[in-house]
């Protein structure tokens, strides 16, 4: 009887020590045996949950998923140090669900090693050729943009949910980047496409251990299974478009993304020269001349921020940073959010003041611009960045130009709550078009 209960006790501190936080990691808040700090919060909670932690626990702190750390890292300058001095350390991506289960280690996002660097190096090149960073890319997101305020119209100032439209509208500027070709609002196919995009971009959350173990995805209590049938569908999408692709190639006619791949790959060393030209439409051109519409748009990526938990990073080695381990292989997440929503970069941050953003002279500019991350920093940083700032831009200013944008009751403003996913995902709302 006492050897039995000898080894029970035995077992249960080795489980516990196995599965415990390690020392050196930086603290957080207690941990269970074996299931370490699981079920903490639900996903609709995760924000305010870690703007908690960091008021507890500091600029580090680790949370552990049975016997996984996953350390969060808060403050503009703990990342900045971390992303780009110590670059080479913390620019993989650990091994996670949508690594090893959506993208199996290839593309760009979740890849790591040489293969990311040779993706995004194509990536980066291509991209510019198609006009990223420069001003032609603006007539294909202007002609997105005016199909999406001709669909606004048909509503004649009766509220409507925005989101779907907006949804396609967005992808399609990628679509149009990746397979040359845009959707229009009814179609059916690409309608299911965005519904299962949807689904995957929620279901698939951080805060899941299945997120953490994807061998736990296939257990249907982690909800996980649900996001299948949209990986499937949506490889089958993509592989359809580069079959078309590839039977209408041509070498001198280099469409999009997928064409140029197909080009990479037949003809390495070869430069195509292909940009896009624009149209006469002005917009970008007067930009300069705009500056509260960039502070407006940045204070709206600020309290908007999707990515409030950035992509997780890992560690490449073991690495100590003031006096904290960072095991090798940890999980690490440097915290766009704790950047954001500092008071002491942004006074009073939850507030939307777009004022901050402009200097004494009324230009745009001044010192908490320069601490806005939302594309993260470093060597992973947003390679979209420009397409992602030109489209807020472009979709923003024709908008205005077209509407007056009201609530559907002015008393009840939507919601800066979000749910967060991979990215935090907004509450649905209705809003009010009224022609000018
Ligand atoms: C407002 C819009 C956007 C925001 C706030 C945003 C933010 C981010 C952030 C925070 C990361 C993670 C960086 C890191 O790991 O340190 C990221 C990665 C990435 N983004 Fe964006 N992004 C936006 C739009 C776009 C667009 C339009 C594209 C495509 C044209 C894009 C393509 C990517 C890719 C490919 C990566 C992975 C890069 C890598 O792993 O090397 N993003 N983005």
């Known amino acids: ?86 670059g080479d350390m913390f620019s993989e991506r650990p091994r996670v669900y949508p ?33 990223f960073g ?12 005016d199909c999406l305020m001709d669909e606004f119209e048909k509503y004649e100032g009766k509220p409507f949910n925005i989101h779907y439209q907006l949804k396609i509208s967005v992808s399609n500027v990628i679509c149009s980047l990746l397979f040359g070709k845009r959707f229009e609002y009814e179609d059916a196919k690409f309608h299911r496409l965005m519904k299962l995009l949807n689904t995957l971009l929620t279901v698939v959350n951080f805060s899941s251990p299945a997120f953490i173990f994807p061998s736990l995805s296939r257990f249907s209590i982690f909800n996980f299974t649900k996001a299948k049938p949209t990986i499937k569908a949506l490889a089958e999408f993509v592989v359809e478009r580069a079959e078309e692709h590839r039977e209408t190639f041509d070498e001198n006619n280099i469409r999009d993304y997928i064409d140029a791949y197909l080009l990479e790959q037949k003809q390495r060393t070869t430069e195509v020269n292909t ?6 439409k002005p917009t970008m051109e007067i930009k300069d001349r705009l500056p509260m519409v960039d502070a407006f748009l940045l204070e709206v990526q600020r309290l908007g921020n999707i990515l409030p938990l950035n992509l997780p990073h890992t560690t490449k080695e073991d690495f100590w940073y003031q006096g904290y381990l960072f095991p090798k292989n940890a999980i690490m997440f440097f915290m766009i959010d704790s950047v954001l929503s500092d008071p002491a970069i942004f006074p009073e941050p939850l507030k939307f003041n777009p004022e901050r953003f402009i200097d004494a002279d009324g230009q745009f500019g001044g010192e908490q611009k320069d601490k806005m991350i939302p594309f993260s920093t470093g060597r992973r940083m947003c390679p979209g960045e420009p397409l992602a700032k030109m489209e807020l831009y472009l979709f923003l200013t024709r908008l205005l130009q077209r509407f007056d944008v009201e609530p559907e009751d002015p008393k009840r403003l939507p919601s800066l709550e979000g749910t967060l996913g991979i990215t935090n995902m907004p509450e649905t709302f209705n809003v009010r078009l009224i022609k000018r």
């Open 1 to 86: 009887m006492w050897v039995t209960v000898a080894i029970v006790v035995v077992l249960l501190c080795l489980i516990w020590a196995l599965t415990g936080r390690p020392k050196g990691l930086p603290a957080g808040p207690t941990c269970f045996p074996i299931i370490g700090n699981i079920g903490l919060f639900r996903p609709s909670e995760a924000t305010q949950a870690h703007r908690k932690f960091r008021k507890i626990y500091g600029d580090f702190y680790s949370l552990m998923i049975f016997n996984r750390p996953v350390i969060f890292i808060s403050g503009f300058d703990n990342i900045r140090q971390l992303l780009v001095k110590h």
């Open 99 to 131: 690594s090893e289960v959506i993208a199996k280690r290839k593309g760009l996002a979740w890849a790591s090693g040489a293969w990311w660097k040779e993706q995004r190096t194509f990536a980066l090149t291509t991209l510019r050729k198609f006009g």
């Open 134 to 145: 420069k001003r032609c890319l603006q007539s294909q997101v202007i002609e997105e943009v």
């Open 275 to 280: 940009t896009f030209t624009g149209g006469d």
